[in-house]
Nanobody, 121 residues
Framework: QVQLVESGGGSVQVGESLRLSCAASGYFVSYSAVGWFRQAPGKEREGVAVIYKRTGSTYYADSVKGRFTISQDNAKNTVYLQMYSLKPEDTAMYYC??????????????WGQGTQVTVSS
């Protein structure tokens, strides 16, 4: 069992930055990847970024490439999502998930409770 807790969300203005954190606890050694996902009201959950624990390889959705950076601190069992140049369309509930692959939400087994990001103009 893996427990995931997100933090760092908030309300910001267009162009500002936020850093989200995803702290993992429990029997976490089995997970190979942690992904960040988001879901806006009335829309499907979508993948934003993923990082593979062993290699540090990262992948991003086209909509966030060049603006978001995913990173990990394995000593702290924490994965971060640094978001720059935020846009109103980035407004969503952001979730982290573990034990999965790629950017498809259905491929992930463990989910956090989410943290809200609101970007206003």
């Amino acid at each position: 069992q893996v427990q995931l807790v997100e933090s760092g969300g908030g309300s910001v203005q267009v162009g500002e930055s936020l850093r989200l954190s995803c702290a993992a606890s429990g029997y976490f050694v089995s997970y190979s990847a942690v992904g960040w996902f988001r879901q806006a009201p009335g829309k499907e959950r979508e993948g934003v970024a993923v990082i593979y624990k062993r290699t540090g390889s990262t992948y991003y959705a086209d909509s966030v490439k060049g603006r978001f950076t995913i990173s990990q601190d394995n000593a702290k069992n924490t994965v971060y999502l640094q978001m720059y140049s935020l846009k109103p369309e980035d407004t969503a509930m952001y979730y982290c998930a573990a034990e999965g692959h790629g950017l498809l939400p259905r491929l992930y087994k463990y989910w956090g409770q989410g943290t809200q990001v609101t970007v206003s103009s």
